[in-house]
């Protein structure tokens, strides 16, 4: 027999390498030691049967390098059905996949193809061996007998003891509460922040444990650190590091951070008219001297970032102001962004009038929403009745009110931003089309003054039409605000790690429900570390540059308590907890849509369907039996651990599913997938599209209405406004930093890398071995591309007027593929930027 193990060559000087000179030091220093283990105990003993060989430098190709042995099996070995590694080597090596072949030279017949996809450690920093199997996949209670050992010593192994700092090259997956975004020994910059997790105030999903120091003022908070841990494979490749460089992000972020809070003077100085915002593309965006440093920092990280001198950012122009440089204006647009934007999860249906709060009454006032029947009737121009109008479905909302409302004056106790609660109501116009009709902004009351509410509606008069843009800028500030603390952070990015920490210690590689999860986890823990590093931190961007600043992810932590459910996450049943649809056997999809041109729920059921249809025929492979679901025991311990440790907070709701049979786990594999793909790519991809210029979506609105009454008794803001209205609006826009800094990070959000992996790109190897398996995932890809047809086909469709017409975006979110950089289209397998 000969052994043949392909090693890839890092891209630099690899992690761990002990006394190390040079590239060749690296590729001859030590060699693999390789134990086969047989799929078959020995039958006298009882005991696994192994061979062993150490396999030499034989060759390289490019990046990869090949380690060859030969070894002799005896007779009775039976097949081989995993290996143990040891590196004896002087550094860390990333193992792609070991061959067993029969013979020597071009007849080779292959044994056994063993894919590894690993960083193995060198011995003298893990002296344990790496298990690796075959690639054919083993529900727990089919293991050879062989490997059963091997398959449960693999899982213990990645689930730790719970106890110490976790090292940077290790693979263990555990548990621990959002405890690291603050920084309560920084008391100067108040940074401390409230653990999230673990209690009735601030419930929240878990997050991968690190178990770093306590830190010294708060023996509940982790000390903060420059490094945060991963499992040291879910790190990005090469690729994505070159071109997303974890490194450079971080040193990027962490340098422009210090600065912004060091700058108070810069981050308030705003924009002085729409022509200085124009001159981000035109001319660029003069660094404060406290940033100049960093600006080939953010061009190497935004494709958008355009050559220019070391002090300036010079952004492209968004493809929204490149199509339409004054679509941002129409309330037509900003209708339909609500449908087929970057946050088409917002939108609901009123199901009645009048619009009722359910929040305490004593504290928030009168629950009743201040926009009646008459001003409703008012804009849609007595074509109906308001109860006419609700009771056809001809009534929608964008309701801000009761999440953000308990944050108003917390939040207005800060400087330089404000709040409301907002509901905007649309109407559904015969074109199939929205168009607003009223903004509810309201203020509770207070020890210091009373309860305000006003309603602002459209109107040619120029009073109330600037008093209407001011009301829109504060109402996209909230869904800027919902959009990235809710619909992207916590409901793709934060909730799906609990699945990728229990998939990783309760379901073993070799299980079928394993390979079918693990593309989907792809590069989702490393961009969480990131991002609790550098993005939704203490005193970082979204806490820069959002409204509620300082209680932007304590808002997210509320969100997760009053909104989310595991059953509600999956796209139909989402849309029709909203309103946006309702279940109709006779419909595409068993759905009938409350909007029919709505390109988001139009195009992403398409998706949904694809996915559940594979998932379902995966699982119905390997769960032909009820009783198999039930008894499959890592399976059942992966749900019980996503329910009771993931998701702690909620373990007790009657809502989650059981898994008892193959169609409610299918169910539920559908949704998971759904979330880390096609979820987070509808409300990530598009974000420099639509956001890149930022009038169209300001992350923050830095001052009050005009028309609210100055409880600081200065007066004159609305006189102020009524003279210079362009300038009162700069002046509540965000300001210069905010602006560009968040246009950079969105940018890099909206980018896709080279190495990107989209759905149905590439099956499992254990998948060719089952015919089955292999034909479903034929008819996934096929499908695929059939709905890449059926969406460009959508988008030439004029009478489709939320995706087509002059200056109007295609809607693409959901087009499966892309190429690299800012498209805006393309479904990435995982959440992965």
């Known amino acids: 027999m000969k052994a043949v193990a392909r090693v890839r060559r890092a891209a630099g000087e690899a992690f761990g390498c002990i006394g190390l000179s040079s590239v060749t030091d690296l590729l001859t220093a030590g060699n693999l030691y390789l134990e086969f283990v047989s799929a078959e105990l020995d039958s006298p003993s009882g005991t696994s049967k192994t061979v062993a060989v150490c396999t030499q430098k034989k060759c390289e190709d490019g990046a990869e390098v090949k380690y060859e042995g030969s070894f002799a099996v005896p007779d009775n070995f039976g097949h081989i059905g995993g290996v143990l590694v040891w590196n004896e080597k002087k550094c860390e090596i990333f193992l792609e996949k070991i061959v067993v072949c029969e013979g020597n030279g071009s007849d080779d017949c292959i044994v056994a193809v063993i894919e590894c996809n690993s960083w193995v450690q060198p011995k003298c920093v ?63 910059n108040d940074l401390a922040r409230p653990v999230l997790g673990g209690s009735k105030q601030f419930p929240y999903p878990r997050r991968c444990r690190t178990g770093r120091p306590s830190s010294q003022n708060d023996p509940h908070s982790e000390s903060r650190s420059i490094n945060i841990y991963v499992p040291r494979d879910e790190a990005f490749s090469e690729i994505k590091t070159l071109t997303f460089s974890g490194t450079t992000l971080a040193s990027a972020l962490h340098a422009v951070s210090p600065a912004i809070n060091a700058t108070l003077i810069d981050i308030n100085l705003g924009f002085q008219n729409f022509t200085a915002i124009d001159e981000l593309y035109d001319q660029g965006f003069k660094l404060p001297h406290q940033l100049e440093g960093q600006r080939s920092l953010l061009s190497r990280l935004c494709s958008s970032v355009k050559d220019a001198a070391d002090d300036l950012l010079l952004f492209e122009i968004p493809a929204l102001i490149q199509n339409d440089k004054f679509s941002w204006l129409r309330d037509e647009e900003f209708a339909r962004q609500t449908l087929a934007g970057v946050n088409p999860y917002a939108i609901e249906l009123v199901k009645e009038l009048p ?40 009534l929608f909302m964008l309701d801000y009110h009761d999440l953000f409302l308990p944050y108003v004056h917390k939040v207005r106790e800060l400087q330089g931003t404000t709040l409301y609660g907002s509901r905007t109501v649309f109407f559904l116009k015969s074109d199939g089309t929205l168009t607003p009709i009223a903004i509810e902004l309201h203020c509770p009351p207070s020890t210091q003054s009373s309860q305000w509410k006003q309603v602002f509606t459209p109107s040619s008069d120029a009073t109330t039409n600037w008093l209407w843009r001011f009301a829109k800028a504060h109402v996209c500030a909230h869904d800027a605000g919902h959009h990235e603390l809710i619909s992207h952070w916590l409901r793709t990015h934060c909730c799906v790690e609990p699945y990728i920490i229990a998939g990783n210690r309760q379901l073993s590689t070799m299980h079928p429900i394993y390979k079918l999860l693990h593309p989907h986890f792809r590069y989702t823990m490393e961009i969480n570390g990131l991002a609790r590093q550098y993005l939704i931190n203490a005193g970082g961007i979204i806490e820069s540059s959002f409204s509620t600043l300082k209680y932007a992810i304590e808002l997210s932590s509320a969100a ?48 949904w369907s694809a996915i559940s249809n594979w998932v379902s025929a995966y699982v119905n492979h390997y769960y032909p039996e009820p009783s198999m679901v039930a008894g499959d025991t890592e399976l059942q311990a992966f749900w019980a651990e996503v329910v009771t440790r993931g998701h702690a907070d909620k373990k007790d709701e009657p809502w989650w599913p059981k898994l008892t049979d193959a169609r409610t786990l299918a169910g539920v594999l559908t949704t998971i997938i759904w979330v880390a793909s096609a979820h987070h790519a509808a409300v990530n991809f598009g974000q420099y599209h639509y956001g890149g210029y930022f009038p169209n979506r300001p992350t923050i609105a830095r001052t009050p209405m005009p028309t609210e009454p100055d409880v600081s008794g200065g007066g004159g803001r609305l006189e102020e406004f009524l003279k210079k209205p362009e300038a009162a609006l700069m002046e509540c826009f965000p300001s210069q930093i905010q602006a ?15 190495d990107e992996e989209y759905l149905g790109d590439a099956a499992d190897a254990a998948w060719e071995e089952e015919a089955a398996v292999r034909a479903a995932f034929d008819r ?8 890449e047809v059926i969406i460009d086909g959508r988008n030439g469709d004029m009478a489709l007027r939320n995706r087509t017409g002059a200056g109007v975006l295609p809607y693409e979110f959901m087009k499966p593929f892309s190429g690299p950089g800012v498209t805006g289209r393309g479904i990435p397998n995982s959440t992965s930027i």
Do not use: C
């Open 126 to 188: 893990s002296p344990e061996k790496r298990i690796f199997f075959t690639t054919k996949s083993f529900l727990p209670s089919s293991t050879p007998a062989g490997l059963q050992r091997l398959r449960s010593a693999d899982l213990e192994a990645k689930r730790g003891d719970g106890h110490g700092e976790r090292k940077s090259f290790e693979i263990i997956y555990d548990y621990d509460k959002y405890n690291d975004l603050g920084d309560p020994d920084n008391i100067i």
């Open 740 to 754: 560009a800094l968040v246009m950079a990070v969105v940018d890099l959000l909206s980018s896709h890398s080279p």
């Open 780 to 787: 996934y890809k096929e499908r695929l591309k059939e709905i």
């Open 560 to 607: 997760y308590h009053q909104q989310w459910r595991f059953d509600m996450e999956g796209l139909p049943a989402d849309l029709i907890k909203r309103g946006m649809a309702e279940e109709d056997p006779e419909a595409e999809h068993g759905l009938r849509l409350a909007i029919a041109d709505y390109p988001f729920a139009a195009d992403g059921l398409l998706i």
């Open 355 to 394: 619009i009722l709060s359910k929040l305490d009454t004593i504290i928030y006032g009168h629950p009743e929403s201040a926009i009646t029947e008459q001003i409703i009737e008012q804009g849609i121009k007595g074509e109906m009745t308001a109860r006419e109008a609700a009771e056809r479905k001809r």
